[in-house]
């Protein structure tokens, strides 16, 4: 029996291929609790991920590293993503860490980052979905609690800077238990009453979990399916939640979505004011134009017009002059051109030169000795004359 011998790289680059084209291991999420933390000069992150009984090494390269939203450091339970492979020259696998939070919201996490990615695929966010906001409301509708910090500062926000505009809230649970389902019942009243030309739907800040409803697949829909357009307010200004994606218009804050979703009447007052003034200095302009020309006209005598008419004219026949002689040149040389032409194609030049021709009385030219016989006459036309002709022969 023949014995298989690898080398130590054959075998390492075996286990690699095998762990790379794992399915499960190739995007996994991994808890445990960090030791063992160095984060090295170039960027580089090195972890040690154990739990009761085992250990796991964990590399997070610079790339990924950046994008973390808090230090790691040892004792810190976290939930890390990435991917199983092997480290071939030290003969060990390890955790290439692409993404990772703090252990505590990892599953909300997890849910938001799977339904995120779902209806995205679906295309609730794409921009061709996207409705415009209409520049002048007649009616605001709020989803929103009756009481709270959000809702005073939405009613201030369009009472200052829009107070033509009404104000239509719908009060809802944004936290807790039902939240959700009390947000889509409040947008979709809006929707079957027409009672409103924008939707401003949120609330105040708070954490991932006092913000969930609006990490919701049900919120998200209700928006998406909204006649409406929707400008989203949830108060967490680095944070997007779901529906800040499938909204027509995110704000940052609810008093910023009240900014947006009214104009201000100080702002069209004044370019009301800019667009008026301008339009009296251009009206000023052309009267003052219309009225120097109107004196000029006054000023003038009928002589000073019919100088100036006579003045054309001569400027008109001086021009008309010039042409005709620029034209008059053209043609000449034109028709000298022509008229060396024709002389070399004239049959006289070879007469000149000491040929002649044989014509019948009429006129036409005999061509062949054939076209004559005995006692044919004809006349042999030559440079100074002619002479009567008889074939004798």
């Not at 949120?202 to 409406?228: H, M, P, Q, V």
């Not at 003038?300 to 002059?321: A, C, G, H, Q, W």
């Amino acid at each position: 029996m023949e014995v298989k011998i690898a080398t130590v790289s054959q075998v390492n680059g075996y286990v690699r291929k095998i762990l790379d084209h794992n399915i499960i291991l190739n995007n996994i999420w991994v808890k445990g609790e960090i030791s063992n933390f160095k984060h090295h000069y170039s960027g580089h992150m090195y972890i040690t991920l154990k739990d009761e009984s085992s250990i796991l090494k964990a590399v997070m390269f610079r790339t990924s590293a950046r994008s973390l939203s808090f230090e790691p450091s040892d004792g810190m339970k976290v939930l890390a993503r990435g991917r199983i492979g092997v480290y071939e020259a030290g003969g060990s696998y390890q955790l290439y860490v692409e993404e990772m939070i703090p252990d505590g919201v990892g599953e909300l996490y997890i849910a938001y980052e799977q339904l995120k990615k779902k209806l995205e695929d679906e295309g609730l966010f794409a921009p061709e979905h996207k409705k415009p906001i209409p520049p002048f409301p007649e009616r605001v509708g709020v989803v929103t609690a009756s009481t709270g910090a959000a809702v005073r500062d939405i009613i201030n926000v369009i009472t200052r800077r829009y107070p033509m505009a009404e104000i239509i809230i719908h009060p809802a649970q944004v936290q807790g238990a039902g939240a959700s389902e009390s947000i889509v019942q409040a947008i979709q009243y809006f929707n079957a009453a027409k009672e409103a030309d924008t939707l401003i739907v949120g609330r105040g800040g708070g954490s991932i979990e006092d913000l969930w409803a609006f990490n919701e697949e049900i919120t998200a829909r209700a928006i998406f399916e909204s006649e409406i357009p929707v400008i989203s307010a949830v108060g967490h200004e680095t944070d997007f939640t779901i529906a800040d994606f499938v909204a027509d218009m995110r704000a940052p804050t609810p008093s910023a979505a009240a900014e947006i979703a009214v104009p201000s009447m100080l702002d069209l007052y004044n370019r009301i004011n800019t667009d008026k003034n301008c339009i009296a200095r251009n009206m000023a302009g052309r009267i003052e134009n219309s009225r120097l020309l109107l004196k000029r006209f006054k000023m003038r005598t009928p002589k000073d017009r019919i100088d100036e008419y006579n003045m054309r004219v001569d400027s008109l026949m001086k021009s008309v002059t010039g042409n005709l002689k620029m034209r008059m040149i053209s043609l000449k040389r034109e028709l000298a051109e022509q008229a060396a032409k024709l002389e070399a194609l004239s049959p006289l030049q070879t007469l000149a030169r000491g040929y002649s021709i044989p014509t019948r009385g009429d006129g036409t030219v005999i061509r062949s000795a054939g076209d004559m016989k005995r006692g044919t006459e004809f006349i042999l036309r030559m440079k100074d004359g002619n002479a009567e002709c008889v074939v004798k022969e």
